[in-house]
């Protein structure tokens, strides 16, 4: 696991990496958008039920050697408040080498690490995996320093969601 850690981090580090700018939508089958994107948020249908999503996400996270650093879910919480929620689960992960170089160009972009990515059904019970572009949250924190390392986050995630996406 160390060795992938480091292993990431010298790809991270190594001339050449893809700026931001180049990095567009996580792309399925025949280069079709496998995820939509509005408001900053780009969501994946996965072609799973919501129990095997989470599983095979969870499964994808750790096999990359990534941290998990929490499971949240939010339906259980709700109905322990006595609020009816259909399934909602939140993932916290990262790779601290990685999302601290982030926080190093401005302190409050911690706001948005580690990663987040939402895991929730829908009214007709289709699955969702959503999260904030990194482009987004470059934006909003005003970090123009840390390209190379945005798009090994935006390259990651969409990894991470396509074990899960619906082609």
Do not use: C
């Amino acid at each position: 696991m160390l060795k992938r850690s480091i292993l990431a981090l010298a790809v991270l580090l190594a001339p050449g990496t893809l700026p931001l700018a180049g990095i567009g939508a996580p792309q399925g089958v025949g280069g079709e958008p496998s995820a939509a994107s509005e408001n900053g948020i780009v969501k994946v249908r996965s072609a799973y039920a919501m129990a095997e999503t989470l599983d095979r996400l969870q499964k994808d996270i750790a096999g990359k050697g990534i941290k998990l650093f929490s499971v949240i879910d939010q339906a259980r919480l709700a109905e322990e408040a006595g609020i009816k929620l259909r399934p909602s689960t939140l993932l916290v992960f990262g790779n601290p080498a990685l999302g601290s170089q982030f926080m190093t160009s401005n302190p409050v972009a911690g706001l948005d690490w580690p990663v987040r990515l939402l895991v929730h059904q829908d009214e007709s019970g289709g699955v969702w995996a959503a999260y904030t572009d990194f482009r987004t949250i470059a934006q909003r924190h005003g970090i123009r320093d840390r390209d190379a390392a945005f798009a090994k986050a935006s390259e990651v995630i969409a990894s991470i969601t396509s074990s899960v996406a619906k082609h």
